[in-house]
């Protein structure tokens, strides 16, 4: 096979359509809202390569599966299950989520983001690694990092303010509010909202939060209907597809100036924190929260500190030795050595 010009077809979670100068990328994982998995990285790299370097691919085309979810970001119950066990593997997968982030802004050709539901997290950073977007009247964008334990620095703390401006930036990344369409098109989010909201089968403008509830839900003759923002995306290609490719190429070059220094000024440290960070009683705590679907404790921790105690480690630092099998690093607020059962508070000085 030639390197240059791979036909993959055989994505497990990852869908891709080539048709008319257009490559159509689609994150086909819907039961999840859209949340990429380790493998999902992988694929979506390769995905986004494959059509970089096809002379048949003019503009590319990033959407998710379904009505609901553009992308929702990383998998929260693989960040559960997987890597809070195992801190030093979020190294490994923040390099797989660069390697994905960078093949969007790398490609050397447009990539439109098709905002068919929420982007979120990890979502709305694949979405800000796009060169264009349109979004569905339906839909929003926001960060969830600090609700959930995380550090949005995989292309949000670096971009965001690029994009909207120093306090709209932290507006978003620190309270972790919801950004509806309009409102991201104001901000500049966006290029373009498209109707999505329909009311016995006529469109609706500007329809309000309730009406959106309704036609997610498909009640009282309510519905979503993509077909606006089908139509304002293939405008868009048509336009992108008429333009002169190497012009094209290298005009996303120079655009890319401050996105690629915030970028590589960043990312390097971000995962090495990240993955450090996942030691942590935070990550702990706010993902395993989000899995069993109840309100993270975050005030407990905040006592804890100013109690003086841990907040950092669940059962206190590893401050303890067991004074009958010397056993070290035992957590502080341990009453009995988990090695030989022997008491160790009372029995050592400490308390």
């Known amino acids: 096979m030639d390197a240059l010009k791979s036909e993959r077809t055989d994505f497990a979670e990852v869908l891709y359509e080539k048709r008319d100068w257009v490559a159509r990328i689609t994150i086909n994982r819907p039961f999840n809202y859209n949340a990429y998995s380790t493998e999902a990285l992988v694929e979506l790299a390769a995905a986004f390569r494959q059509a970089s370097f096809d002379d048949e691919v003019a503009v590319i085309v990033y959407t998710g599966a379904g009505d609901r979810a553009f992308c929702t970001g990383g998998d929260v119950k ?121 009311k016995d089968g006529e469109f609706i403008t500007r329809a309000t939060p309730e009406q959106i509830s309704k036609a997610q839900k498909g009640v009282d003759g309510y519905c979503i209907d993509l077909s606006k923002l089908d139509e304002a995306v293939d405008a868009l290609c048509k336009d992108l597809i008429n333009k002169f490719p190497e012009c094209m190429r290298y005009t996303k070059q120079q655009t890319n100036f401050w996105k690629d220094l915030a970028w590589h000024q960043t990312v390097g440290h971000a995962k090495d924190w990240l993955s450090i960070h996942y030691t942590s009683w935070e990550p702990m705590e706010g993902m395993n929260a989000f899995v069993e679907k109840r309100p993270a404790d975050i005030v ?52």
């Open 78 to 198: 693989e960040y559960a299950s997987r890597y809070t066990s195992k801190p030093r593997d979020y190294w490994k997968y923040m390099a797989l989520f660069s390697a994905y982030i960078e093949s969007i802004v790398n490609t050397g050709k447009p990539v439109i983001a098709r905002l068919n539901g929420m982007a979120v997290g990890g979502g709305n950073e694949s979405h800000l690694a796009c060169d264009l977007s349109i979004i569905a009247e339906h839909a929003h964008v926001g960060q969830v990092g600090t609700g959930v334990g995380s550090v949005a620095a995989g292309g949000a703390t670096q971009w965001l303010p690029i994009f909207v401006g120093d306090r709209r930036a932290r507006y978003m990344l620190m309270t972790n509010r919801r950004i509806p369409a309009y409102q991201a098109l104001e901000w500049g989010l966006v290029n373009e909202v498209a109707p999505s909201v329909k």
């Open 300 to 351: 407990k921790l905040r006592q804890r500190a100013a109690e003086g105690k841990s907040s950092e480690f669940m059962w206190g630092a590893y401050a303890q030795s067991c004074p009958s099998c010397g056993a070290n690093y035992l957590p502080d607020e341990f009453e009995f050595c988990g090695k030989c059962g022997a008491a160790l508070h009372g029995s050592n000085g400490k308390k």
